[in-house]
Structures are given as structure tokens and as C-alpha cells.
């Protein structure tokens, strides 16, 4: 992290969600937010290099990340946990070859009719305060 103002950036996110700015956490942070697709564990782990942090704490950190909405995880139905950072603007969605794993992101799930439609149907609810939409399917590629 030779950029000191993305560095700050990142210190600041981990600061207001109540954290203090240690080195493992930016980053695992800072892996998280330059990775274009979501993330397990063992590729964080790898990403940031094993000398510099262990996996426990890598657990812990994206455990605690994602209690205070930092990062989101996501369920690729692979068996494993994925995370990637939230991106509070750009809100996004992927889909999921099932033949051979590659993703894409889509952008317009329609949240809000989506979340209206839902909460009248489900009547023991009285807010939605996040969602995770993934599709699944086949690739251009293994369709054929």
C-alpha cells in the first residue's frame, strides 16, 4: 500500500465502523477493495501473503467486517464463503456458471420494488435492511 491517500481512505472505513487501523486489517481490506470478484478465505490469505498475517486472524477480520457492513459475504454454492468490499454506491449483483465457475457482475435487481413485494407477502417482517441476490446458470461458453 505505497499510496498514503488510499491508505488513509482505507483507515478511515475501518475507523467508522469502529475499528482500529491495524495492519492486517488494511490489508485485508485493501486485497478486498482491488479484487474484482468476491474472495474466499484462502485467496485473502494468499493475496496478503502468510508472513504478514494467519488465517484465524484473517476469519476474525472478515467475521468483524462484515457484522459492521464492510464487507459483504456472498454464496456462490461452492462450500465455502466468499467476501468483496461493499461498495455503498455502485450496488451489484453476480451471476454464476455452474459448469465452470466464471462470474460477472450485473447491476439493477430493482431492490426496492422487490423489497415491497416481499414485505407484503411475508407479514411477520416489518423491514429488509440488506440483500444478497446471486443467479445462477451457464456461461455462453458451456451452453454449447
Do not use: W
Request: charged content about 30%.
Amino acid at each position: 500500500m505505497a499510496d498514503t491517500s488510499h491508505r488513509d481512505k482505507l483507515a478511515d472505513i475501518i475507523r467508522k465502523a469502529g475499528f482500529r487501523a491495524t495492519t492486517p486489517r488494511l490489508l485485508v481490506l485493501a486485497y478486498l477493495r482491488k479484487s474484482k470478484y468476491p474472495l474466499g478465505v484462502r485467496d485473502v490469505l494468499k493475496g496478503v501473503g502468510t508472513k504478514n498475517i494467519d488465517q484465524v486472524t484473517v476469519y476474525r477480520i472478515l467475521d468483524a467486517f462484515k457484522k459492521a457492513g464492510v464487507v459483504v459475504q456472498v454464496d456462490f454454492q461452492q462450500g465455502h464463503a466468499l467476501y468483496e468490499f461493499k461498495d455503498h454506491e455502485h450496488d451489484h449483483h453476480h451471476i454464476v456458471c455452474t459448469s465452470c465457475d466464471r462470474v460477472e457482475d450485473f447491476t439493477g435487481c430493482d431492490y426496492e420494488k422487490l423489497v415491497g413485494k416481499a414485505l407484503k407477502q411475508a407479514r411477520g417482517f416489518a423491514k429488509v435492511t440488506s440483500h444478497s441476490f446471486e443467479l445462477f446458470g451457464l456461461c455462453a461458453a458451456c451452453a454449447k
